[in-house]
Structure formats: structure tokens, C-alpha cells
């Protein structure tokens, strides 16, 4: 496995699609999370993101625009929190992650696809 120092031995990364108003956010550094499927995204991994473009009448397509970003943190919403709301989970986050990102340059290279879920599919790291 060729690793830079930023990279984690056991990370994954999640290939993605995203609206073309959230991926500029997040390409400009406005947008510092995103809220996903929980996954099992961890701190470490990757976000593979592929700007996703929709028109009226049109059938749904890439745009050519790819970005990376590394999770930094990860809220689990549907585990209990003790300190935000004690011995209850969070209906609204239920099943749900929010993950703290940042856009990584130069971007990271990862393996072919290995296993699609619902809006993500994970991917081996190179």
C-alpha cells in the first residue's frame, strides 16, 4: 500500500454524489460537514466526492467535478448521547452521521469500487 503521511493504514474511502451547490460550498471551505447514511465512517476516512448535476426533464448527470475530503470527526446520531440528551437517541439523526470534512489537495488516489450502499459507495484505499 503506497500511503502519504496523512493517510491512515486501515482508512476508507465512501464515493459520494452531491448537488452542484454543496460541492462548490465544500470545494470553497464554506461547508465543513455533511451530514450521510451512517456508513461506518470513522475519523481518518475519505469522502469522495462527485458533483451531481439535475435538470427538468433530463436524466441526471456528472459534471466531470471530483473533490476529497477527510473526515475529521464523526457525530453518531443514532447512538445515545449521554451528555445531549440522556438515555435517548436522536430521532432526527437517527441512522444518520454528521462528519466534520476537509477538502484534501493534492487529491488522494484510491482503489476500484468494492461495495456500493444507498447515496455512498466505499471503496478500498490505494
Known amino acids: 500500500m503506497t500511503t502519504t ?3 491512515q493504514p486501515d482508512e ?7 448537488w452542484p451547490q454543496v460541492f462548490q460550498r ?3 471551505g464554506l461547508q465543513t460537514f455533511d451530514v450521510r447514511k451512517d456508513l461506518g465512517q470513522m ?4 469522502m469522495y466526492y462527485r458533483e451531481k448535476y439535475f435538470e ?4 441526471p448527470h456528472y459534471t466531470g467535478r471530483e473533490l476529497h475530503a477527510r473526515v475529521r470527526y464523526v457525530y453518531h446520531g443514532s447512538r ?3 451528555h445531549v440528551m440522556p438515555r435517548r437517541e436522536n430521532p432526527v439523526l437517527q441512522g444518520y452521521v454528521v462528519m466534520a470534512i476537509k477538502v484534501q489537495k493534492p487529491s488522494i488516489k484510491h482503489a476500484e469500487t468494492t461495495t456500493t450502499t444507498g447515496h455512498g459507495t466505499e471503496r478500498a484505499a490505494a
Do not use: A, N
Not at 475519523?43 to 475519505?46: A, I, S
Open 56 to 59: 427538468q426533464g433530463k436524466e
Open 12 to 18: 476508507k474511502v465512501f464515493e459520494l454524489w452531491c
Open 80 to 82: 445515545t448521547d449521554e
Open 5 to 7: 503521511t496523512d493517510e
Open 26 to 28: 465544500i470545494l470553497d
Open 43 to 46: 475519523p481518518g476516512d475519505v
